[in-house]
């Protein structure tokens, strides 16, 4: 069974551009979440869409915003990048809603973002 | 505010040996926890789990312990071997369903 595929691997763009990243679930997954890592921050919650719908949403700026496609695929956008928005973007998908031990997130190897 | 930290941001150990990392938490109403293992260049790998209302599940070589009354949980790994070297993320799920995680321990495991 293919894993989490995230595309492309590596960007890089200049301040004030808009990004657009992509994430295609384990199939049969129908929940996706997206994760930002920095190395000060460590992984902090963007958001997590399931059936088309954004279900949660963390504490990040209106410029991050995403969506799902009715095949679960899912696309995060960032908009006006600033140069802290540097950082490995990972999508997650799961089956069900929720987080918890009964439905663990399975994570692609994510989209390293370089804004200069 | 951290709510899940991870206080040691490394831990070398010999093979063989038994490897423990830690985690502590702030909120009591956090009803999973979760033990992710990362390489560098991939996204983290799910490992281990506890429902909260458990002390302890246990899955081959790892084993996670949950103590309540101390906001503690720590995942144990025997015997380590070299290929265990990796980052270890502790991951936290409440009432909203996200996980929040620690920052981290990278483990390295010396043959």
């Known amino acids: 069974k293919a894993g989490v595929t995230q595309t492309p691997r590596y960007l890089i763009k200049t301040r004030g551009q808009q990004v657009t990243l992509s994430c295609s679930p384990i199939s049969g997954h129908r929940s996706v979440s997206w994760y930002q890592q920095t190395p000060g921050q460590g992984l902090q919650f963007l958001f997590e869409?399931?059936?088309?719908?954004?279900?949660n949403k963390g504490n990040f700026p209106g410029r991050f915003s995403g969506r799902q496609f009715s095949n679960s695929r899912s696309e995060m956008n960032v908009s006006t990048l600033e140069l802290g928005d540097s950082a490995l973007y990972l999508c997650?998908?799961?089956?069900?809603f929720g987080q918890g031990g009964s439905s663990p997130l399975h994570f692609g190897n994510g989209t390293r973002l370089t804004v200069t | 505010d951290q709510q899940v930290k991870q206080n040691s941001p490394s831990l070398s150990v010999q093979e063989g040996r038994i490897s423990i990392l830690n985690c502590d938490y702030t909120n009591s109403m956090f009803d999973y926890f979760l033990w992710y293992k990362k390489y560098p260049a991939e996204g983290p790998t799910f490992l281990i789990s506890i429902s909260s209302i458990k002390d302890k599940n246990e899955d081959g070589r790892f084993t996670v312990f949950l103590n309540k009354s101390a906001k503690h949980l720590s995942l144990h790994i025997v015997p380590s071997q070299p290929g265990d070297s990796a980052v270890y993320f502790c991951a936290a799920s409440g009432s909203q369903g996200n996980l929040i995680f620690g920052k981290g321990t990278k483990l390295s495991v010396k043959p």
């Open positions: 869409y399931f059936s088309e719908t954004q279900r």
């Open positions: 997650a998908s799961s089956l069900e």
